[in-house]
């Protein structure tokens, strides 16, 4: 059951991630249909803002696909938990990034106020939760660091979850930008209702992830 929700996820995030980087990477930014959207404002400018995006996609892409490596992966040697320190480091030095240039990309959301209230929120969130597993695990206490991180993942995951619902809220909808403000709420609110019911339901056996080694990395400090 783990490796099956291992493999959708990580699924999930190559899909997601080889889509943006081929439509922002290999074709020009103001092919891509959310650009075209935003090209129909006329105070909107592509130059400035595209830039923040190639950061937000760089960032967001590595921690999309670090993390279900670092959540689903055992710790079973000194070489893995080392592979997990080092990626974990690339994983929350992503996210501050990533939040912090999204907050930017949050005022020129498409959609208006309350999509941008939507990113808005989630990059806050997203900052908050991954800078909690950190404190955690510098301080040793693996299992809050476990959790936050679950937090921190399943609001990286939104990327994948906001693209899950824009289609059939957009037939439901019939209207693009509708459907994209309804997606950017659900896509992290929903993320974290879940993940809380997963933390509740394994609070005491933690079976995400097991960790034969669980003594030992209460004594190292894991990022």
């Known amino acids: 059951m783990r490796k099956m929700k291992f493999i959708l996820v990580l699924i ?13 990477g290999f074709y020009e930014p103001s092919l891509a249909g959310l650009v075209q959207v935003k090209l129909m404002s006329p105070n909107f400018d592509v130059t400035p803002w595209v830039y923040f995006l190639y950061v937000h996609i760089v960032t967001g892409c590595l921690a999309l696909l670090i993390g279900p490596i670092q959540i689903f992966r055992s710790q079973k040697n000194e070489n893995t938990r080392k592979l997990h320190q080092m990626l974990g480091k690339i994983y929350v030095i992503s996210i501050v990034i990533s939040s912090i240039v999204n907050l930017y990309l949050s005022f020129f959301a498409t959609g208006g106020l309350l999509t941008s209230t939507a990113f808005f929120a989630l990059d ?71 993940i809380e019911w997963v933390i509740r339901k394994s609070r005491k056996t933690m079976d995400i992830s097991p960790d034969p080694n669980k003594e030992l990395q209460n004594r190292e400090k894991i990022i």
């Open 12 to 24: 999930g995030s190559l899909l997601v991630s080889a889509y943006t980087v081929i439509q922002y």
């Open 124 to 194: 806050l969130i997203w900052l908050y939760t991954t800078c909690v597993a950190v404190v955690a695990i510098r301080k040793g206490d693996t299992v809050t660091h476990r959790k936050w991180m679950l937090r921190s993942y399943a609001l990286t995951f939104a990327a994948v979850t906001l693209r899950i619902y824009l289609y059939p809220l957009l037939k439901l909808t019939g209207q693009f930008e509708v459907a994209y403000c309804l997606s950017a709420w659900l896509s992290w609110t929903i993320n974290l209702l879940l």
